[in-house]
T-cell receptor, first 112, second 115 residues
Framework: QKEVEQDPGPLSVPEGAIVSLNCTYS??????FMWYRQYSRKGPELLMY??SSGNKEDGRFTAQVDKSSKYISLFIRDSQPSDSATYLC????????????WGLGTSLAVNP | GAVVSQHPSWVICKSGTSVKIECRSL??????MFWYRQFPKQSLMLMAT?????????EQGVEKDKFLINHASLTLSTLTVTSAHPEDSSFYIC???????????FGPGTRLLVL
């Protein structure tokens, strides 16, 4: 079993839809949770960062962490064609030399 | 936000030659930088952790003599692919953590094609 599981998709939604992206993990020591967006042939871009459990909102994006279930989510409201990209979850625990453990990434297509 | 640059953005070379890729943190100092490679439609694979002033730490299965890493200053790390072969063709990306931050910021990546 991988430390971080993420459905690679692809996920296809119409413009304006609410998108839900998820990752599950097995290591209860993880404390820092990140979502990155990666466009084709580009480096990943940090979207959201959450420490421990809870919600965090930034514009159209909301990140949720449920440590009891070892489950994290990223919600995108009012999705736009420009949101079409691969979304990667990443996480680590303090003292792991800041090495991130990555999900496979979910490919999202928002259709106009 | 923190900015990381890479150079070159793409490179084509002949088999057997060496290629050097630079990674710079532009607005912060980074004692640690990370080097990844990514094949098409796959996730990021960590190759090594670059440590300023000391030897890099390589992940299992990554040949340290083939992928030479030098972290000579707090803003620059270099990855040299020695005696490149077609199977080394890939997308190489670096990242770094600003001081006190658990989040990594990534460079734009370098696409390497070995003929």
């Amino acid at each position: 079993q991988k430390e971080v599981e993420q459905d690679p998709g692809p996920l296809s939604v119409p413009e304006g839809a609410i998108v839900s992206l998820n990752c599950t993990y097995s290591n209860s020591a993880f404390q820092y949770f990140m979502w990155y967006r990666q466009y084709s042939r580009k480096g990943p871009e940090l979207l959201m960062y959450t420490y421990s459990s809870g919600n965090k909102e930034d514009g159209r994006f909301t990140a949720q962490v449920d440590k009891s279930s070892k489950y994290i989510s990223l919600f995108i409201r009012d999705s736009q064609p420009s949101d079409s990209a691969t979304y990667l979850c990443a996480m680590n625990n303090a003292g792991n030399n800041r090495k991130l453990i990555w999900g496979l990434g979910t490919s999202l297509a928002v259709n106009p | 936000g923190a900015v990381v640059s890479q150079h070159p953005s793409w490179v084509i070379c002949k088999s057997g030659t060496s290629v050097k890729i630079e990674c710079r943190s532009l607005d912060f100092q980074a004692t640690t930088m990370f080097w990844y490679r990514q094949f098409p439609k796959q996730s990021l694979m960590l190759m090594a952790t670059s440590n300023e002033g000391s030897k890099a730490t390589y992940e299992q299965g990554v040949e340290k003599d083939k992928f030479l890493i030098n972290h000579a200053s707090l803003t620059l790390s270099t990855l040299t692919v020695t005696s490149a072969h077609p199977e080394d063709s890939s997308f190489y990306i670096c990242s770094a953590n600003p001081p006190g931050s658990e989040t990594q910021y990534f460079g734009p990546g370098t696409r390497l094609l070995v003929l």
